[in-house]
């Protein structure tokens, strides 16, 4: 499979790029500058592209089967938040232009239902700091399940998500918060990237806000 693969080179975008070359696909990673990549991401192709200049970011996907995104805005910049769903729009136009009818992005647990019709963000105890990230990742969403063309996925992780060891005892479900027996919503970094990379190989949620969570 030939993935094309937008973040690499952030904390769950490494792990992400780590899954994709061990399970012997071939990898692209598209970075805004031509910064040397870890030595754990030697077997990838690497593209220097502006992920919002649709044209560019269109010949830059061209030839690949899916499309993942790892990106993430920066949380200390309020004008990032605006751009996760311009990244959204960016990379619904480049697959539909490129012909890549696959897009498998990373979103944001808030976007999860804890009740019909309740969403993570929208209760009470959701934390102040994480809301306008969590409000951006839900904007995002709203765009992307607006799209009927493309098998698009909106991998959510748990409400916690973490450096921490491979543990693989968790589940994926679609559209509601997961918790394990004593109420917590959690997620390791390299168990989130390994559910993530099965998600691109198997498609098995498609056009679905899904997410992982320990038991």
Not at 111 to 118: D, H, K
Not at 134 to 145: D, G, K, Q, T, V
Request: a neutral charge; proline letters at 4%; charged letters at 20%.
């Amino acid at each position: 499979m030939k993935i094309a693969l937008i973040g690499a080179t952030g904390k769950i975008g490494q792990e992400i790029a780590k899954e994709i070359l061990q399970h012997q696909h071939s990898l692209t990673v598209l970075t805004r500058s031509n910064k040397t990549l870890p030595t754990e991401l030697a077997g990838a192709q690497q593209k220097v592209v502006d992920i919002l200049d649709v044209a560019a970011l269109t010949e830059a996907v061209r030839g690949h089967d899916v499309i993942a995104s790892a990106y993430g805005p920066d949380m200390t910049k309020p004008i990032a938040m605006d751009q996760v769903a311009e990244t959204a729009r960016a990379l619904i136009a480049a697959a539909r232009a490129a012909g890549v009818k696959r897009v498998v992005v990373i979103g944001g647990a808030g976007s999860l239902e804890v009740a019909p019709g309740v969403q993570l963000v929208d209760i009470p105890e959701f934390p102040a700091a994480y809301k306008p990230v969590a409000l951006a990742h839900r904007e995002a969403f709203n765009i992307y399940r607006s799209v009927t063309d493309l098998d698009w996925t909106f991998f959510a992780p748990a409400a916690m998500i973490a450096p921490g060891e491979k543990k693989g005892n968790y589940r994926v479900g679609e559209g509601k918060l997961l918790t394990d027996a004593a109420g917590n919503s959690a997620i390791s970094y390299c168990d989130y990237a390994e559910a993530f990379a099965a998600e691109l190989e198997q498609g098995t949620h498609r056009k679905a806000i899904i997410t992982v969570a320990y038991n």
